[in-house]
Every structure is written in C-alpha cells, then in structure tokens.
Nanobody, 124 residues
C-alpha cells in the first residue's frame, strides 16, 4: 500500500511562511508527478502546485505564483511546498497527491494516491 503523509501545517499570522512536507512510503509505486491541492471550508478542492519526477518543470496556480514554491528530496522521497507571504485566504486543508502519468496536473481526478491533509490557518 502506498501512503502519502503531509505535515507542517499550523496556525500562523498573515505574512508568515511555512514548509509543508509530503512523504511517501509503502510499496514501490510508479510516480510521474506529485501535486498539492487545498480545500477551504465550503469550497471545492483546488490545485496549488505540482512537480514532476525530474523536478522540472514545476507548475503553480495563479493565486499562489510568486509566493509558493515546490521542491523535492529524492533521498527522502518527500515533496515540499514552501508557502510564503501567507494570506487569510490561504486558509485550507492542504493535500498532496501522486499521479503516474504526465499532463493534467491541475485535475484532481487524475491523481492516484492521496494523503490525509494538513491544516493551514492564517489569521489576519
């Protein structure tokens, strides 16, 4: 079984930064890319960022471009989401997910494995 475990969320103030981690474990699996999504209360899950196995290129949604970056550590099989200049509207549960094939990085339906999420709350 493949497990994705997110960590690093918390309660912060506007303008603060966090580093969210997504660690993969379990049986060996084929992964082309890993992505981050978020879901705020009462809203649909939305794409945040994605990184391919080669770490280039990376993808980010318009609301987070310039503030969030994504990176990966091959030795730890971990993907990081560096979230900077946080705003109250960034408050959400952040999920990471893994997909086997290229393309459609912003479409949550094409991801094969999901973590349980980590809460990020930004106070004004």
């Amino acid at each position: 079984q493949v497990q994705l475990v997110e960590s690093g969320g918390g309660l912060v103030q506007a303008g603060d930064s966090l580093r969210l981690s997504c660690a993969a474990s379990g049986r060996a699996f084929s992964e082309y890319a890993r992505g981050w999504f978020r879901q705020a209360p009462g809203k649909e899950r939305e794409f945040v960022a994605a990184i391919t196995w080669s770490a280039s290129p990376t993808y980010a949604s318009d609301p987070v471009k310039g503030r969030f970056t994504i990176s990966r550590d091959y030795d730890k099989n971990t993907v990081y989401l560096h979230v900077n200049s946080l705003k109250p509207e960034d408050t959400a549960v952040y999920y990471c997910a893994s997909k086997q094939f290229s393309g459609d990085y912003g479409d949550s339906r094409v991801y094969d494995y999901w973590g349980q999420g980590t809460q990020v709350t930004v106070s004004s």
